[in-house]
């Protein structure tokens, strides 16, 4: 065994791991991370990921794990994908920076043309951000700037559904749909309402069992609450095309069209918050088109890139841009990071990745081999639902399958905090156990990942849910 100078009893490799964890601990502050479990007497390490290949992510220990959430639903071409590190040296070498404050780039400009040939409609119109939570904030003040130039300035107010999240800035906060992330930040912008999301796992007993029905409820829920507010107020409504938090919650048949319907009926923007679900994540390069509705705005970012480099957009349509065409009005807003060359370059050199190795067919093929392999865990007593789409699923958690019981506070905290998500890491699983809405385990590895992969997954949850469930 080699051992340092400093410490003849730790090998080297063990000490820089220790040296990273240290400084980790005294001077990075985690996002959404609790920090007391790396005080203490015993104190947890900083995992301290070091390297990517494929599906795969190495620690500073050198253990290998399955990324089963593509980071945090980015890394859709997988990881140490050389064309996308030499794209951004070409283009650093190249230009850059320059921003897109009254002046173009030419991988900024391709990237507009680009995204715009694949929106739907007359989506042909980007503006670009770093990332999701900035395009929400932009596609809100779009929406209150667009109708006070329209001759309808009282539509300010947004509508979106219980549990979602939208971002974490001022705005796309009051969007968020989450209460506990909320309430240290309040008072919010004002103006934001929410209607009940498309759970039907918890739905009323009449709707669970009739899912047109249910989508008709859910969708009607927007409706009432355009007119509770009064439609001369609406600007927009913003709705993810799969919520993510609360553990993927898919639409229900015929939801989509009925929202399309009742926002036309009102006057009031369709904004598809695609911050996960576009490229690729559910088979479509946006997640609208897979699912048969034309919004007004999409907002993406995350697997624009494959995170090789920060990205976002806010794709508006020709409709919306109308008036920007006019006299003096112009958009008073950007970013000085927003559609930075680098990452412009790397998205166009990942969107030529999803067409030459033909990731969206990928995800169409084995998408439903993958809710497949997770549906053969719904024979343990503690998974009450398997449900998403396409690269994206949910598991919930339950106390009884029979009645749905779910944890309470101190079980799902001893359950997913205390637990799993631990235990899914050491038996070589990175995902992530969330009880933002009730407790789900949620999956969203890259879009490269087979039937063999899918397998493995299913074999490193089975082990563990039957070890947590041993221990309740
Ligand atoms: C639907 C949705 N909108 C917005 C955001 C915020 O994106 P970002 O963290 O890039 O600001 C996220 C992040 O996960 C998201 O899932």
């Known amino acids: 065994m080699t051992t340092t100078p400093e410490n003849p009893t730790i090998p080297p490799q063990d000490a820089l791991t220790q040296a990273l964890q240290e400084k980790a601990r005294d001077n990075l502050w985690l996002h959404f991370t609790r920090h007391s479990g790396y005080f203490g007497p015993e104190p947890d390490p900083v995992p301290v990921i070091v390297r990517g290949e494929g599906h795969r992510i190495f620690d500073s220990n050198g253990r290998s794990y399955i990324d089963g959430l593509a980071g ?12 996308l590190a030499e794209a951004a040296a070409r283009q650093a070498r190249e230009l850059a920076y320059f921003p897109l404050w009254s002046y173009a780039t030419p991988p900024a400009i391709e990237l507009a043309e680009r995204l715009a040939h694949y929106a739907p409609g007359d989506l042909n119109r980007v503006f670009f951000t770093t990332g999701g939570g900035e395009a929400v904030e932009s596609a809100w003040k779009l929406a209150k700037q667009y109708w006070k130039l329209s001759g309808k300035p009282l ?3 947004v509508i979106s559904r219980s549990i979602a999240y939208h971002g974490t800035t001022q705005g796309a906060l009051s969007i968020t749909g989450i209460p506990g992330l909320k309430q240290m ?5 004002p103006g934001a309402f929410r209607v009940p999301n498309t759970n039907i796992y918890r739905a009323a007993d009449d709707l669970r069992g009739d899912p047109k029905q249910f989508g008709r409820w859910a969708a009607d829920r927007i409706a009432e609450a355009i007119e509770f507010e009064g439609p001369d107020t609406v600007a927009a409504v913003f709705l993810e095309p799969v919520q993510n938090a609360g553990g993927c919650f ?17 006057d009031v923007l369709l904004v598809s918050d695609e911050t996960i679900c576009a490229f690729g994540r559910v088979g ?12 007004d705005i999409i907002t993406c970012a995350k697997g ?3 995170g090789y480099s920060p990205i976002g ?33 790397v998205a166009l050199a990942n969107l030529d990745l999803f067409e030459n190795e033909g990731l969206l067919e990928n995800v169409r093929t084995n998408g439903p081999v993958f809710r497949a392999t997770l549906e053969r865990l719904l024979d343990l007593p503690i998974v009450g639902d398997v449900r998403g789409e396409g690269f994206f699923y949910g598991i919930e958690l339950v106390k009884d399958k029979n009645t749905r019981t779910t944890f309470d506070e101190d079980e799902s905290e001893r359950l997913l905090r205390g637990f799993l998500s631990k235990a899914l890491f050491e038996a070589g699983l ?36 039957t070890e947590a469930w041993n221990q309740l």
């Not at 945090?72 to 064309?83: I, S």
């Not at 930040?185 to 912008?189: I, K, S």
């Not at 229900?252 to 009926?265: A, L, M, N, S, T």
């Not at 806010?314 to 680098?342: C, Q, W």
């Open 430 to 465: 990175y995902c992530r156990a969330d009880d933002r809405g009730d407790p789900v385990i949620q999956l969203s590895p890259p879009l490269t990942l087979g039937p063999a992969d899918f397998d493995e997954i299913e074999g490193i949850l089975r082990g563990v849910l």
């Open 284 to 295: 479509g390069m946006f997640a609208c088109s897979e699912m048969g509705y034309v919004p």
């Open 250 to 266: 898919p639409p229900p048949p015929g939801y989509f069209e009925r929202v399309r319907e009742i926002c036309d009926q009102y």
């Open 185 to 189: 930040f309040e008072p919010l912008v």
């Open 304 to 306: 624009m890139t494959s």
């Open 72 to 83: 945090l639903f980015v890394v859709q071409a997988g990881h140490g994908r050389e064309e």
């Open 155 to 157: 539509k300010t107010k």
């Open 313 to 345: 957009a806010m794709i508006a349509s020709d409709r919306l841009f109308e008036p920007f065409k006019d006299g003096a009005n112009y958009f008073p807003h950007g970013y000085t990071f927003g559609g930075h060359p680098v990452s412009s370059a």
